[in-house]
């Protein structure tokens, strides 16, 4: 991770895109294309602790075939696209590092069809993760992909998102049954049909899903969705420790119990929670949050047998409840770990990092890295989907403080040189972007040589997204 807060400019940085580009967008947009200021900076940021100057300008297509025009366009200028959702991202995926023009996807947002009989839905890649929960909730239907803010689909697609409900129902990338894609040239490309497997030739889907932008541009996207669970219960378990509560975890899913969603704050998150949402007066302990679906006898049993291991693991207290009121208030607060952190240092910037490991390797990681923060006065906390072995660091620090950027951006390196040394991976749902490209040079330091080659087969310009994921070879 960058030791500071303004990005450098690589070899081709700050491109000038020229006038006539933005003539020719302006002819079939009209005024959904916008160079003022305020729109333009408003584009140009997201929720990570980078910075980097905005956009040229902003468009707003409202159809693939504008953006297929779109792209067309400024492949010819060689200007450079980058898309933006809501700007949730944490690794500067939307930051416009070398310029070029935002693709704001407001007005692709439609939930185009849902088919209840066969358990998938059409959408377009604006639509907000929220909007399209509430849709489906008419049909008896959800989407479980949730990683808490309010992203667009799109967004969660380009970056492969995950989140809390992943333990019980997979993330992005076992949920998207096809995409259309905008390639860098204008072309459009659908991955896959509806059929939930296919031998069809490559994989195109799991290519794009994940690129972060980098390899084409997501307008329209086919998921898979899911009835609503006859019952539904929640629960709270306090642990003296955060090791208590991972080898919790642990046992539960070396068992077998089919949890929903079992999610890790440590004692300070809980403090930040407890002290940001008036509902909430939970112990400033180590918790484990989970949620169990099923029937009304499994939900039980589930719950029971989850109870018993947390006691074994000298557990302090287990509450369990499917009053859907109860249910709404744990995960509300859950939903909030990320302001409510933010909270405890008004004026702070936050340096959030995330990785995951192996199940058997976690409550290790974790201690190693509460060892390492312990020593250095950062205000931090930690939660995790620990089902899946993948944790959140957030540090918050002055950003001109130079002593609080290095202090932490020492433990986001040796946070994530540990999790490689245990066969984990860099990041586990935030994505690479511009934070930890150097990092999967050393996770993957042959197959980031075939990334780049594919990157140079579908954007030979380089235009799609520059400045991420993989970095660019150019002669001296």
């Given at each position: 991770?960058?030791?500071?807060r303004?990005?450098?400019?690589?070899?081709?940085?700050?491109?000038?895109?020229?006038d006539e580009?933005l003539?020719?967008?302006?002819?079939?947009?009209?005024?959904?294309?916008?160079?003022?200021?305020?729109v333009?900076?408003?584009?140009?940021?997201?929720?990570?602790w980078?910075?980097?100057?905005?956009?040229d300008?902003?468009?707003a297509?409202?159809?693939?075939?504008?953006?297929?025009a779109?792209?067309?366009t400024c492949?010819?200028?060689?200007?450079?696209?980058?898309?933006?959702?809501?700007?949730?991202?944490?690794?500067?995926?939307?930051?416009a590092?070398?310029?070029g023009?935002?693709?704001?996807?407001?007005?692709?947002?439609?939930?185009?069809?849902?088919?209840v009989?066969?358990l998938?839905?059409?959408?377009?890649a604006?639509v907000?993760?929220?909007?399209?929960?509430?849709k489906?909730?008419?049909?008896?239907?959800?989407?479980?992909?949730?990683?808490?803010?309010?992203?667009?689909?799109?967004?969660?697609?380009?970056?492969?998102?995950?989140?809390t409900?992943t333990?019980?129902?997979?993330?992005?990338?076992?949920?998207?049954?096809?995409?259309?894609?905008?390639?860098?040239?204008?072309?459009?490309?659908?991955?896959?049909?509806r059929?939930?497997?296919?031998s069809?030739?490559?994989?195109?889907?799991?290519?794009f899903?994940?690129?972060?932008?980098?390899?084409?541009i997501?307008?329209?996207?086919?998921?898979?969705?899911?009835g609503?669970?006859?019952r539904?219960s929640?629960?709270?378990?306090q642990f003296?420790?955060?090791?208590?509560a991972?080898?919790t975890a642990?046992?539960?899913?070396?068992?077998?119990?089919?949890?929903a969603?079992?999610?890790?704050l440590?004692?300070?998150?809980?403090?930040?929670?407890?002290?940001?949402?008036?509902?909430l007066?939970?112990?400033?302990?180590?918790?484990?949050?989970?949620?169990?679906h099923?029937?009304?006898?499994a939900?039980?049993?589930?719950?029971?047998?989850?109870?018993?291991i947390a006691?074994?693991?000298?557990?302090?207290?287990?509450?369990?409840?499917?009053?859907?009121?109860?249910?709404?208030?744990l995960?509300?607060a859950?939903?909030?770990?990320y302001f409510?952190?933010l909270?405890?240092?008004?004026?702070?910037?936050?340096?959030?990092?995330?990785?995951?490991?192996?199940?058997s390797?976690l409550?290790e990681?974790?201690?190693?890295?509460n060892?390492?923060?312990a020593?250095?006065?950062?205000?931090?906390?930690?939660?995790?989907?620990?089902g899946d072995?993948?944790?959140h660091?957030?540090?918050?620090?002055?950003?001109e403080?130079?002593?609080?950027?290095?202090?932490?951006?020492?433990?986001?390196?040796r946070l994530v040189?540990?999790?490689?040394?245990?066969?984990?991976?860099s990041?586990?749902?935030?994505?690479?972007g511009?934070g930890?490209m150097?990092?999967?040079e050393?996770?993957?330091?042959?197959?980031?040589e075939?990334?780049r080659?594919?990157?140079?087969?579908l954007?030979?310009?380089?235009?799609?997204?520059?400045?991420k994921?993989v970095?660019?070879d150019?002669?001296?």
């Open positions: 991770m960058a030791t500071h303004t990005l450098g400019t690589s070899p081709r940085a700050n491109r000038a895109t020229p580009c003539n020719r967008l302006k002819h079939f947009l009209g005024d959904r294309l916008s160079t003022n200021d305020s333009r900076q408003s584009h140009g940021q997201d929720e990570s980078f910075f980097a100057p905005p956009p300008a902003v468009v297509p409202a159809s693939t075939e504008e953006v297929s779109i792209l067309r492949s010819e200028y060689g200007v450079p696209v980058v898309p933006f959702g809501v700007g949730t991202s944490l690794e500067g995926h939307v930051l590092v070398q310029g023009i935002c693709i704001d996807f407001t007005n692709l947002n439609e939930v185009e069809e849902v088919r009989d066969d998938d839905v059409t959408v377009q604006g907000t993760r929220e909007a399209l929960e509430e489906l909730r008419t049909h008896g239907l959800f989407f479980p992909v949730d990683p808490g803010a309010n992203a667009t689909i799109g967004g969660m697609v380009a970056t492969g998102a995950s989140g409900t333990v019980g129902y997979g993330a992005m990338r076992e949920n998207v049954l096809g995409l259309e894609v905008v390639l860098a040239d204008g072309r459009v490309v659908r991955t896959s049909r059929a939930r497997k296919s069809a030739g490559y994989d195109l889907t799991r290519l899903l994940g690129s972060e932008g980098t390899l084409g997501i307008t329209r996207v086919w998921l898979r969705v899911y609503i669970p006859e539904i929640a629960a709270v378990c003296g420790s955060v090791s208590e991972v080898r642990i046992q539960v899913l070396q068992v077998g119990i089919p949890v969603r079992m999610e890790l440590d004692a300070s998150s809980m403090r930040a929670l407890n002290r940001f949402d008036e509902a007066d939970e112990a400033e302990a180590p918790m484990l949050f989970l949620e169990f099923g029937s009304g006898n939900v039980a049993e589930q719950a029971e047998a989850v109870e018993e006691s074994d693991n000298g557990a302090l207290s287990f509450k369990a409840s499917d009053d859907q009121a109860e249910r709404s208030r995960w509300h859950r939903h909030n770990a409510a952190s909270a405890l240092r008004p004026g702070a910037r936050a340096i959030t990092t995330d990785v995951c490991v192996p199940i390797r409550a990681c974790i201690d190693a890295t060892a390492d923060l020593g250095t006065g950062i205000i931090s906390t930690i939660v995790g989907h620990v072995g993948n944790f660091v957030m540090m918050l620090i002055d950003p403080a130079p002593d609080e950027v290095s202090a932490a951006g020492a433990i986001n390196e040189k540990r999790a490689l040394s245990m066969d984990g991976t990041t586990g749902e935030h994505g690479i511009l930890k150097s990092y999967l050393d996770e993957l330091p042959a197959a980031v075939v990334m080659q594919i990157k140079e087969t954007d030979p310009e380089w235009i799609l997204n520059p400045g994921v970095k660019r150019l002669p001296p």
